[in-house]
Every structure is written in structure tokens, then in C-alpha cells.
């Protein structure tokens, strides 16, 4: 059975920075895109990055564009999100997830992790 668990999330000045890793299982990660998108209270699920199977594309929205970087290690069966700058807006849960193309759309994947909570403070 597919497993995607997240980890690294927390409570985060204004300003700092934050790694999320997210571990695969039961899965043959590196035929699968993955992606990172949050959703905040009352909000609709956003894309956050994503990122083809091989490492070598990677897509984001302006929102995080130059501050978040997604990367993925094939070996180890874990992606990761890298937020620096963060902002109190990027206070959400976010969720890894697993499909066969890279995508901004969540419709595109299958598999989805149980979520991580980032919280930043002013």
C-alpha cells in the first residue's frame, strides 16, 4: 500500500526557513512526478511546486517563485520542499503527492500524503 508521510513542519518566524521531507513507500517513486500543495483554513487547495520524475523540471506559482525550492532524491524515495523568506501567508498545511505527470492541477495525483501544518509568525 502507498504511503507518502511528511515531516519537518512547525512554528516559524517571519523571515526563516523551513525543509519538508516527504518519505515514499510502496511505490516506485522515481515513475511518479510529485508536488507539493497547501491548504489554509477556509482556503481551496493550492499548488505549491512540483517536480518530474527524473529531477529534471520543476514548475511553481509566482506566490513562492525564487523563495521555495522542490528537489527529490530517487534513492532515497523522499522529495523535498525548501521555503525561505516565509511569510505568514505561507501558514497552511501542506501535503505531498504522488502522480504519473508532473502538474499544477491536484486532479493529476494519485497518491497524497496526510499533511504537514507550517505555521509562520509576524
Known amino acids: 500500500q502507498v504511503q507518502l508521510v511528511e515531516s519537518g513542519g512547525g512554528l516559524v518566524q517571519a523571515g526563516g526557513s523551513l525543509r519538508l521531507s516527504c518519505a515514499a513507500s510502496?511505490?516506485?517513486?522515481?515513475?511518479?512526478?510529485m508536488a507539493w500543495f497547501r491548504q489554509a483554513p477556509g482556503k481551496e487547495r493550492e499548488f505549491v511546486a512540483s517536480?518530474?520524475?527524473?529531477?529534471?523540471?520543476?514548475n511553481y506559482p509566482d506566490s513562492v517563485k525564487g523563495r521555495f525550492t522542490i528537489s527529490r532524491d530517487n534513492a532515497k524515495n523522499t522529495v523535498y520542499l525548501q521555503m525561505a523568506s516565509l511569510k505568514p501567508d505561507d501558514t497552511s498545511v501542506y501535503y505531498c503527492a504522488a502522480g504519473i505527470i508532473s502538474s499544477t492541477g491536484s486532479d493529476a495525483y494519485k497518491y497524497w500524503g496526510q499533511g504537514t501544518q507550517v505555521t509562520v509568525s509576524s
Open positions: 510502496g511505490l516506485t517513486f522515481s515513475n511518479y512526478a
Open positions: 517536480i518530474t520524475r527524473m529531477g529534471r523540471f520543476t
